[in-house]
C-alpha cells in the first residue's frame, strides 16, 4: 500500500527567503516520488522526481527536492523564492514493491503564498 | 511539441443530463489517467489506460461514470445523469509508457458545473 501526506495546508514565505514544503510518505517497498505544480486554473506541471540514488534532486525553476529514508519525507525546496513561485505544489508517490504501482497517490496539495 | 489537451474547457449542464469530456494525450504515451478535483482538494483517481491492456476502473466512484480509450489515442469520460456533487475539475494525463518511474504530463483541465 502506498500513501503520502502534505501536513501543511499553506505555507507563506517572503520574497528572496527559502522555502520549503513537506512531503511524507508510506510504501512497502523502494518509493518513485515526484514533485508537481498548479498555477490557478491550470493542469499539474511537473517539478521533478525522485528515483534513486543522490538524495538530492534538482528539478524545474531552480526548485530542489531532499529525500531522506530514515524519515520518508521528500521535501520540496528552493533558496529563494519568487512571488511567482506562488501556487498549489502536489507530492506524489509510486510503490515499487510488487512491481510497482502504475498509479500514483497525490497528496492534499500545499498552497504556496510568496509575499512581495 | 503538442501537449494534452482537453476539451471542453468549460462546462455547465443541468442535474440529470450526461456529459462526455474528451482528452487528446501526447502523440505515442501510451500511458493515460483521469483524475478528478474538487474544489480545495488533491486529486481522486478515476481511471487508468495502457495501450490495449483492460482499464484499471477502480477510481470510478459509481456506475453513472464510464471512460473508452480508442487504441493508444483519443479518450472520452461519460457521467450519466450527473448530479451537483459530480462538479469538479476533471484532469487527464498522460505517460510516454507504464514504467512507474514515468511522470505524468496533465491536461489543463474540464471544469464541469452541475446546476
Known amino acids: 500500500a502506498q500513501s503520502v501526506a502534505q501536513p501543511e495546508d499553506q505555507v507563506n514565505v517572503a520574497e528572496g527567503n527559502p522555502l520549503t514544503v513537506k512531503c511524507t510518505y508510506s510504501v512497502s517497498g523502494n518509493p518513485y516520488l515526484f514533485w508537481y505544480v498548479q498555477y490557478p486554473n491550470r493542469g499539474l506541471q511537473f517539478l521533478l522526481k525522485y528515483i534513486t540514488g543522490d538524495n538530492l534532486v534538482k528539478g524545474s525553476y531552480g526548485f530542489e527536492a531532499e529525500f531522506n529514508k530514515s524519515q520518508t519525507s521528500c521535501h520540496l525546496k528552493k533558496p529563494s523564492a519568487l512571488v511567482s513561485d506562488s501556487a498549489l505544489y502536489f507530492c506524489a508517490v509510486r510503490d515499487l514493491a510488487s512491481g510497482g504501482s502504475y498509479i500514483p497517490t497525490f497528496g492534499r496539495g500545499t498552497s504556496l503564498i510568496v509575499h512581495p | 511539441g503538442a501537449g494534452v489537451s482537453q476539451s471542453p474547457s468549460n462546462k455547465v449542464t443541468e442535474k440529470g443530463k450526461d456529459v462526455e469530456l474528451r482528452c487528446d494525450p501526447i502523440s505515442g504515451h501510451t500511458a493515460l489517467y483521469w483524475y478528478r478535483q474538487r474544489l480545495g482538494q488533491g486529486l481522486e483517481f478515476l481511471i487508468y489506460?495502457?495501450?490495449?491492456?483492460?482499464?484499471?476502473k477502480s477510481g470510478l466512484p459509481s456506475d453513472r461514470f464510464s471512460a473508452e480509450r480508442t487504441g493508444e489515442s483519443v479518450s472520452t469520460l461519460t457521467i450519466q445523469r450527473t448530479q451537483q456533487e459530480d462538479s469538479a475539475v476533471y484532469l487527464c494525463a498522460s505517460s510516454p509508457t507504464a514504467q512507474t518511474y514515468n511522470e505524468q504530463f496533465f491536461g489543463p483541465g474540464t471544469r464541469l458545473t452541475v446546476l
Open positions: 489506460f495502457q495501450g490495449n491492456s483492460a482499464p484499471d
